[in-house]
């Protein structure tokens, strides 16, 4: 930046920046000169001039709400543009205008997705449970889960093709996505603004310098880099920072729970005073909440703290870089820009006209350079339009197929040291967590996937975190892994029974899954049909810990396991014995057992499992059918089957 | 202000201490019979053929109670607590048939009532079993409320039973006027055989599951706490193995059978002999009778028998009564062994 002409120091307020050719007077400041804006009771004399007579004293003291009216009106006055003061084009007005709507409706129809991505169930639905609409829609059409996916699986995974239309769309008109789609965009956009940086509040100089182009925003091209890569070796590790899997995971997994909890809460409270008034209206609200946003019981995730945690943090980073992620860290804003350097649609500049006002910067979202001087930077611009509106002179215009040479190349921008270093350190990373305890050795007995997922290494290159298995799942068994999977497997699904059980006749998780990892199963392939000689599909087995189990080990009746137990002969299987009790008084029981031919490992019977802190019964993942190792009996293991 | 906190320190004072709370009591009853006022029978039991409808069966059923308007009064608010426990379709029969289900609602309705509230606490995800079951569209169909178990419907009540002390118990189920039980007639692996006086596990929250530990005992606590207006047993099809969840249609068999009575455990014990138990088998049938909640011997309720058949006639002990007689105007019973015409 410093070979290029200084900017005039900023002055504080919109409105208030002189024109180059306004000549200040020596040694004042230049805003000591400025005209101060017209106040609106300068208006007022050739008003009342004409009823001066009638009643002079009204114009000496005005009423008291005079000044309240006109600072109101000043408020929705379009302030005088400054320095030329040309107007903006109307169509890029229009537009800018255009942008809010669709970023507002994007925004609502994302959530409405999620929230959505659930089974509720109707009067209307019949004996088989789909999502009637894709409710993962925003993950099929992006590119950057597209992308990595096909590197790692070298296939297009189903609906996934939607993405070619946002490719589409970004080589003609750049990252439209991130300006006016995005979700999570549209959040850091509107944190942006509601929480400015303190020094310099909503205009002032930190917020223009923050909106410079920086390096550290080519940040997010060397993290692409190095996912793509850590995908061409096998793993879809990148899923973590998507933008989109971060807004499902964070505002499905922390946010809605969260808020589940404190109205509910809140409810209950008012619910339990003794005031019947406060009662129905807690009741009533409950009961609308319930019936549209909120779930009809409190859905809990493992660890998503950390969920919460870093969405809060990445917001609030807002305050000192505004869109900090979709500048430094959002590799799909990266994939997006990279196409966008190819769009038809593109930022034609006048440098010899601008004024260096740098009212452009005040609102840009992408930090991408539209100030006059500098080349634009192309792939990092958002499309809002903010800067041609803000531009008093005639510098900045978006067109079709702009002259290409105020646009900066790729080479301008990446060092290709640190391109090479991060494709290294992606390919790195993966061997080393893959020599932990991880996929090959010492397996997390515990780590039971979802019903229709593939083998876990194909589940590492298909999986990108989305939590849209979690959220859909009505049993509150998928939950984001910590470090049960090892480092790779973080935020990846892990069925944890004693939270919820893996409902028998459900394939919801893998109806939503975009990429493949759960694959869409239909109802005949998860419970088997013997007829037709189809294997039900296997999560886990059970065991007993006979030593906490009641009528195994304290002459207790119980079998509630056996109760839940919902495979048809019953996987579970009862001993009638009399066992003696302590005073040698003999106890009639049935004693569970599993057979192990039998279970599909739902976890039904450890859910159910009255021994309340740690089971007597509980599921391993030993004999999934996914596997072809983690087997125990040799008549069903995988090989013998294909 | 140091009055105010004074005061507040004085008035929240907290002794702490490691205390029960107060433990005795009389036992809660949540009673929703109405006053008898002589109807020609306490307990009817309705046999068809493969061919006659349920509903035709449930209205023979109430009509020979002597009609719902028996039971409900214009106004009412009722809850119907099928046995919607699990994600199982009709033919597997581990719920309470939907048309039976749909029947009663229409029943109630034509009786007068103003609200008709269907709901049960599930054991497997609610929104699968209900909407599986085929419940949710028959009840909703026949204008009753669906009420899905959603947590704020459950407060926390000290029921003082037995083996039942302090549970979350189903609000709306509870809140009604008239409350109708409308269990399905199972096997049940634990407790042998499961309908009218377990189905009240549905109106419990929280961890059901201690309760196996002495089932019957806590069967008959809930059939103590809650006494229902009047129970209609489906037997249309019935699991005889693997119950309560079954799964398996081989496990099925249909029987054709509806039984009504203001008697819960004399529907129990009537119910019972469907899958070959026998009453005295049943543990807390004869805790039920040793607290006056019924009897087992449900020939002493003037019981009234019909047997459907496919023609539109009925027949009762061999009396054919043409197609158009209400069958309230037949009786048999135990003081008028030959059934009559009473018209
Ligand atoms: S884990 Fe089981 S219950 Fe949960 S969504 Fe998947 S199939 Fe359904
Ligand atoms: S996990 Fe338990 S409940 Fe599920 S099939 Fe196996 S034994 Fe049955
Ligand atoms: S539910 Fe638990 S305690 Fe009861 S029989 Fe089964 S394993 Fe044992």
Redesign the pocket.
Known sequence: MSDLPRPLPWLGVIGQVPALDVSAPSGGPVSAVLPAPLPVEAAAPEVTMATAAAAPEVRAEPPWWASVVSKVRSKFKTPKRPGSGLPARKIIVWLRNARRVSQTGFLLLFLFLLVRTEFRGGFAGGATVRMPYPVEGFLLADPFVALMTFLSTHTIYRALWWSVGMVALTLIFGRVFCGWICPFGTLHHFFAWLIPNPQGATTGGRRVKANMTHGYQNAKYYLLGAFLVAAVCGSAIGGLFDPICICVRAIGLAVLPAANYISGRGLDGLSQTNIHALQLGSDATRDALVATVMQPRQYFFHQTWVIGALLFVVLLANRWIPRFWCRVLCPLGATLGVIARYALVGMEKDHSKCTDCNLCLVDCQGADSPQGGVKHRHDECHVCLNCEVACPEDVIKFTFLPKRTSLAKAQDTLDRRKVLTTALTGAAVLPLARTSDTIDSNYYDRLIRPPGSVPERDFMERCIRCAECMKVCPNNALHPAFLESGIEGFWTPILIPRIGYCEPTCVLCGQVCPTGAIQKINETQKLGDPVRHIEPIKIGTAF?DHG?????SMATP?????EFCPTSPKAIWVEEVDTPDRNGHPVHVQR?HVDPTLCIGCGA?EK????QDR???YVTSVGESRSKTNVILLETSNYNRS | MLGASGLIAWRRYDRGGWSVGDQGGPREVRDYRVADHGGPSDFAVIRGTSASRPAEMVRHAVEALGGMRRFVSRGDVVAIKPNIGWDRTPIQAANTNPEVVAAVVQLVFEAGARRVVVTDASCNDPGRCFQRSGIWSRAHAAGAEVLLPAEHRFRTMRLRGEVLDEWPVYRTLIEADKVINLPVAKHHNLAKYTAAMKNWYGTLGGRR?RL?QSIDMSVADLATFMRPTLTVLDAVRVLLRNGPQGGNVDDTQRMNAIVASTDQVAVDAYGCTLIGQRPENLAYLRIGEERRLGTRDWHTLRPREVALRDDGATERYGLIVPAGVSPSDVAFDLHHPAPRIIT
Do not use: G, K, S
């Not at chain 1, 906490?548 to 195994?552: A, F, G, Q, V």
């Not at chain 1, 119980?558 to 056996?562: A, G, H, K, P, S």
């Open positions: 007993y906490r189990c009641l009528p195994w119980c079998i509630v396991c056996e569970p019977c159910v499992c009255p021994v089971p007597a019964v | 599951n196996h």
